[in-house]
């Protein structure tokens, strides 16, 4: 029954062209993914996991395959339509954070909806909602210079929400952390995941955060080597 | 909802700090020069200094695209990868811009209004300055050429692959 995955993956293989060698990023990876689940991607750096990560978001397109993200068929869809669909129906949380310098939290948090047609207040009520919800309204006027990593990662995860998508990609997001921080910030992600129902795909190469996931599909080569049940975030209730 | 957009490029362009102040400074002075010889052409003067400024402004557009879109580089990417178009993203380069030509436009207005004030106040004459028609020109002008650097900025930031673009940085 497709209807309950979010996303498919099917037979999907990435290829690139350096000079005149072929780089295969990833090869035949068959995913399904369920809604509401916390799926972990891991693999050792240059495995292909940020490469699948692009793939199955809709950043970058298979070289054959294809990917149904939340019903659709990605590659049936127009390149112009994509950004609309990353608007309504995904969010992203990236390693460094990638706050804008110049906003303040909540502005930062609004970015996704401003090409939107939502007026200013409904935007703004949903920002200090999801503030609010990642513990951060006080903050909310402070600059992410001002703020501290795990903080900026918690703004960036609000971030990712603000237009409730169905699936929020994470690449790597606790890699700019320490162990403690890391761990918060997945235990919140988890949290969102269990009281909103968004499913998290989370990229990573740390071991640790096998114990959260639902999933976890182990990659090397480029090849799905494990896929297995993870803790299922019973651990850090 | 463009609209919003450009809004929130003006602040962004103002927060972006010394290189906005550095660029203003430098459209008013090419501002007030273009001013002077169109003024100076319209009167019948020699039109190659003309041409010379209106190349500068040009040339500085260029610089000044490449600069923001080296500078938003890593912005531009997080908003694409946010589900940001591209028409979107161009709202941004527009805005900051057309808001360093309008203050630029402005700070030369202010002079030109205390250097009359000045000159008036101990000679009892105005002093002859280019005409407001040659302003507007050249205003237009410069305007108008920015969109070389819009386009400029625009199309290098659409070149790379959001991701590709972040993982660079």
Known sequence: ?237 | MTFRIFIKSLWLAIRSGKRFFLFVVIYAILLWLTADRLDSLLNGGDPVLLFVFIGSVAALALVYGILISNYRKVQVATLRCLGWTSADIKWLFIGELMLVCCVAAFIDLEIVVHYIGIVANFTQKIPAIFSSTAFLISFAIIIGVQFLGVFVAWNRMLKVRPMEALRKA
């Open chain 1, 1 to 237: 029954m497709s209807e309950e995955y979010v996303l498919i993956a099917e037979d999907t293989t990435k290829e690139y062209r350096r000079g005149s060698e072929i780089i295969i990023a990833i090869k035949n990876i068959d995913l399904k993914i369920k809604k509401g689940e916390f799926f972990v991607i891991i693999g050792p750096s240059g495995s292909g996991k940020s490469t699948l990560l692009n793939i199955l978001s809709g950043l970058d397109t298979p070289t054959t395959g294809r990917i149904i993200l939340d019903g659709l068929d990605t590659g049936m869809i127009d390149e112009t339509m994509f950004p609309k669909i990353r608007r309504e129906r995904v969010g992203f949380v990236f390693q460094n954070f990638n706050l804008i310098q110049e906003l303040s939290a909540i502005d930062n948090v609004e970015a996704p909806l401003w090409p939107t047609a939502l007026s200013s207040k409904i935007i703004e009520e949903r920002a200090l909602t999801l503030l609010r919800m990642v513990d951060l309204i006080e903050r909310k006027d402070h600059k992410p210079k001002e703020m501290s990593g795990g903080e900026q990662q918690r703004v960036a995860i609000a971030r990712a929400l603000i237009n409730n998508p169905k699936v929020v990609f994470a690449d790597e997001p606790t890699g700019n952390l320490d162990s403690h921080t890391g761990e918060e910030i997945v235990k919140l992600l988890r949290k969102l995941n269990k009281e909103q129902g968004t499913t998290m795909i989370v990229v990573t190469h740390d071991e640790n955060l096998i114990k959260f996931a639902d999933h976890v599909v182990r990659i090397k080569d480029g090849k799905i080597s494990e896929l297995a049940k993870g803790g299922g975030g019973k651990t850090p209730q």
